[in-house]
Nanobody
Framework: QVQLVESGGGLVQPGGSLRLSCAASTNIFSFYDMGWYRQAPGKQREFVALITRGSTTNYADSVKGRFTISRDNLKKTVYLQMNSLKPEDTAVYYC?????????WGQGTQVTVSS
């Protein structure tokens, strides 16, 4: 079972940037599709970004052009570079891994965008 640990969240001003990291504990990291999701208080968890095992990427329309997902298979880490942050980006951000029946979620990291 894959274990995921997110880091890099925090408080940032509107227009600022953050880079989230998700470190995975698995011997087959390169086989997983990796994604970022977020959940704001009182709202449903929503898709943010995906990077497949082949490094194909996909983004929610709300973050397209501002966020970039990437992965380093040697470090077994997936990243989410967040630029031009807006208050509506405030949420707990969760890392997701999926490889057929094997997958999981991280514990989440809080991102707060506020003046």
């Amino acid at each position: 079972q894959v274990q995921l640990v997110e880091s890099g969240g925090g408080l940032v001003q509107p227009g600022g940037s953050l880079r989230l990291s998700c470190a995975a504990s698995t011997n087959i990291f390169s086989f997983y599709d990796m994604g970022w999701y977020r959940q704001a208080p009182g709202k449903q968890r929503e898709f943010v970004a995906l990077i497949t095992r082949g490094s194909t990427t996909n983004y929610a329309d709300s973050v397209k052009g501002r966020f970039t997902i990437s992965r380093d298979n040697l470090k077994k880490t997936v990243y989410l570079q967040m630029n031009s942050l807006k208050p509506e980006d405030t949420a707990v951000y969760y890392c997701n891994a999926n490889f057929g029946a094997d997958g999981g979620w991280g514990q989440g990291t809080q991102v707060t965008v506020s003046s």
